[in-house]
């Protein structure tokens, strides 16, 4: 049993390069969340889709863009990466208001 | 807004000790809390979820309370390990949030032999 799936696990990108994290969960869960985690700052939701076909901006969404593909699959797009958004990145999955089951993270850098 | 806050920032006891991890928040309209674990480099591995409804949950040595109330949560690890260093977070829902976490900063726990 798989959970959370995020690929890639590693990625280096130039600033203004663009690039779409993805993320897929075999636990038919309909809410999916995109965080990302900083230090000093904790892990901050980017955006969340509470079911299959909406999403919704989280805390810090500028610079980003999602698509909720399926039930299974959200990815998170970076349109034009810049220092800012090197970050480590989290898909979680859960029923709403269950228990949320994380990925093990893309840890992006930009340059 | 929700704050959640986890005192204290890092944490460091002998092996066999207990280990007492807490966690609060401002707004005790939460619907769900729930404690995670990080290793170094890796996700969040979920440990336990308290429903608002509920004063604690157990899983082997375990244990954690909610106190709504106080707007704070403690989590117990009995007999700590050298395997039991990592970070530990705790997270809440509210309501209206659509399961959205709201996240304390962690405790970062050292277990020595």
């Known amino acids: 049993n798989a959970g959370v799936t995020q690929t890639p696990k590693f990625q280096v990108l130039k600033t203004g390069q663009s690039m779409t994290l993805q993320c897929a969960q075999d636990?038919?869960?309909?809410?999916m969340y995109w965080y990302r985690q900083d230090p000093g700052m904790g892990l901050r939701l980017i955006y969340y889709?509470?079911?299959?076909?909406?999403?919704d901006k989280g805390e810090v969404p500028n610079g980003y863009n999602v698509s909720r593909l399926n039930k299974r699959e959200f990815s998170l797009r970076l349109e034009s990466a810049a220092p800012s958004q090197t970050s480590v990145y989290f898909c979680?999955?859960?029923?709403?208001?269950?228990?949320?089951?994380f990925g093990q993270g893309t840890r992006l850098t930009v340059v | 807004k929700q704050e959640v806050t986890q005192i204290p920032a890092a944490l460091s006891v002998p092996e066999g000790e207990n280990l007492v991890l807490n966690c609060s928040f401002t707004?005790?309209?939460?619907?769900?809390l729930q404690w995670f674990r990080q290793d170094p480099g890796k996700g969040l591995t979920s440990l336990l979820l308290?429903?608002?409804?509920?004063r604690e949950q157990t899983s082997g040595r375990l244990n954690a309370s909610l106190d709504k109330s106080s707007g704070r949560s403690t989590l117990y690890i009995a007999a700590s390990q050298p395997g039991d260093s990592a970070t530990y977070l705790c997270?809440?829902?509210?309501?209206?949030?659509?399961?959205?976490?709201?996240f304390g900063a962690g405790t970062q726990v050292v277990v020595t032999p």
């Open positions: 979680a999955s859960s029923q709403v208001q269950g228990e949320a089951f």
């Open positions: 636990m038919n869960h309909n809410s």
């Open positions: 889709s509470a079911s299959e076909g909406t999403t």
């Open positions: 707004d005790s309209a939460i619907y769900n």
């Open positions: 308290i429903q608002s409804s509920q």
């Open positions: 997270a809440v829902t509210t309501t209206d949030s659509w399961g959205k976490l709201q």
